[in-house]
């Protein structure tokens, strides 16, 4: 096996798309212009609960330009049921189990009771207005308040993936042993994804094949999904999802209205664009759920945990048992030999939660870390000092060692780039004229995780020496694309610019959806191991070729560098990946490459690990909080690239801010609907909210995730971004507030 230099890998390379993007020549899902276009508009119940008892589609049928009305009374009934439609990977989905306009039944406000399709938007979107719905409502709930007496411990959540509960050790036995104790319950309210483009597809059938233009983070998922509820075969389905807009998970799941689209479109024989407005985003696409937990400490004078309990409580749709995992990462990060996790859940008429940027993570985290903060007072122990005593070398929950480590040196790193030894540790020492001066910080972690299926690339060279690696997934905003085409150029060993990475379209080689911050990891493992093969292939080709200066050389001696194969020893000897290809009548060749994770992985925990700090100023008398300074220092194994890194990392930090201090949807009990549907009364974080974010990225050799020893840098920025500011905010005023976001009205 010959191996190259890294001359791409590790460089701060621009995104290879950005001048598309800036430029407006990208075309997202919505952008597509086709012949003969229609438009679809989604009309959604307007109560949560209750049965359609009639739907008068007569005055929208009636305006120009509407050539259909699709309603439970006309649409065709999905030819797969669920359990029965995959979705990530093949897997059957968490959250996939309802499909709508099946039949009079209405769950949640925002449900899609009928589609209007019409020759202009603004024609269909008139129309949808005047489609009279009649539903004879019946009682919901929608809060978790309002479900309190009706609490349940299932079984599993996520699909059957994740047990309701989690038990190691003697929680009991270790609590009894503890000399010191903290018992903390936090709340949070639900999150909307926002990303700047809402979900849309356009759908085009030619014949019996359909063509899908989808915002997606998967498109084998939506084509697997759309495929199993139309009954076609996956191979009549094709799904291109060249640019996505940002996503954040809400488009990891492959909800309603692809499939609608497509149905749409097969019933008035034109191409279809269903594009969801800013407010059916709101109700369309999943959300982070309202929750409660509550954590339960034990630890002895030294700072050493002896017991850790973890509830937590959530309102899940009538459908599936949702919940986000927030009892994962939480449950790892420390040493503590008794512990007991407990997911419990609330049927409730919303619509199934789903993944939102560190689902899970970010709040289990903000409780256990904030819970971390007060032990640390109550025990006169430093905030980190406590973390460090903690570490662990194994994931408690198996005993299997870390893949790899590094979470010591981000807590050693980060406070000294924060100046954390500057910190006085009584609260409300530190001010500056009127506002109040505090510090804080929280440990971070996001899991690895490896696929379950082979992920397979692509990889041709050309006779001109240029290179294009393909594989399905699409770049969602991360820097997919970029990163790829450095992995592909070294290990081909040509230089970036003559090469090209190709993704997002199911007719590319197979690969599982970009989500859990897996996509840096698994995707370059594949594209790494073809764009090897295609360099080996060559090599092997030139040293059999009588004519190449390489002939009879063997395979290992040989190295490439430039697009040039030469002998190790010898570089003057050697030949160009051109001159082989021409004097052999090739346009081009090519090699796949397939990876799955080394069996041995599963003897490993694998967990990306960081260290949050944050300064924040409350103003003393109007409750007022600027967050000043944010410190991440993050070990996500090798980076490939620091500058698409650094933007993932302070992205996830500054939604950590947007958590703690903006981020907000409640339900309004009485309606039944979210309170929040815009972006004028959902509040993210803006560039005036936002304070310098300082990024150490802390590389740590990992040899056993994948072959590059990639870890991801996805999700982990945000986890523990918000309790640190929560702690900072404790720091400054003294107030414990245990709940997100924290607003004004908490510190007055
Ligand atoms: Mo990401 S929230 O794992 O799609």
Known sequence: MTTTAPMAIGQPTDRVDGRHKVSGTAHYSADYVLDNMSYAFLVGARVASGRITAIDTSEALDCDGVLAVLTHENLPRTAAQPPLIPSLAGMPAPGQTFFPMQDDAVHYTGQPVAVVVADTLERAQ????????????????????????????????FAGFIPGRNQRGDFRAGLARAEVQIDAAFTYAANNHNPIEPSATTAVWDGDELTLYDATQGVAATQLTVAALLGLTPSKVRVVSHFVGGSFGCKAMIWAHPALSALAARHVGRPVKLALTREQMFTSVGHREEQEQRITLGATHEGRLTALRHHKLSPTSPFDDWAEPSLGVASQIYACPNYEGVYELIRANIMTPTFMRAPGEASGMFALECAMDELAQQLGLDPVELRLRNHTDVDPNTGNPWSSDGFQECLRRGAERFGWQRRNPEPRSHRDGNWLIGYGMAAAGYPVYGPNNPQRARARIYADGSAVVQAATPDFGTGVATVMTQVAADALGIPIERCRFE?????????????????????????????????????????????????????????????????????????????????????????????????????????????????????????????????????????????????????????????????????DPVRGRWVASSLGDYLIPVNADAPEVDVELIEVEDKIVNPLGVKGVGEVGQVGAAAAIANAIHHATGRRVRKTPITIEDLL
């Open 126 to 157: 008139h129309a949808a207005a005047l489609v009279r719905v009649t539903i004879d409502r019946t009682p919901s709930v929608t809060t978790l308040d309002e479900g309190r007496d009706q609490v349940y411990e299932p079984e599993a959540i």
């Open 503 to 667: 993704g997002g379209d199911t007719m590319l080689p197979t690969i599982a959806a970009a989500v859990g911050s897996s996509g840096a990891g698994m995707i370059s493992a594949a594209v790494h191991t073809a764009a090897g093969n295609l360099r080996d292939q060559l090599i092997a080709q030139a040293v059999a070729d009588a004519q190449s200066p390489l002939h009879g050389a063997d395979p290992a001696s040989v190295t490439v560098r430039g697009g040039r194969m030469m002998l190790r020893d010898r570089p003057d000897t050697g030949e160009s990946y051109s001159e082989l290809l021409h004097r052999n009548f090739l346009p081009d060749t090519e090699a796949m490459g397939t990876w799955s994770p080394a069996p041995q992985t599963a003897n490993y925990g694998m967990m990306t690990f960081g260290a949050q700090f944050a300064e924040v100023a409350v103003d003393a008398e109007l409750g007022v909080v600027r967050v000043r300074r944010m410190v991440g220092a993050f070990a996500p194994g090798r980076v490939l690239n620091p500058k698409t890194a650094r933007s993932q990392l302070m992205g996830g930090m500054i939604w950590g801010l947007g958590q703690a201090l903006l981020e907000a949807n409640y339900m």
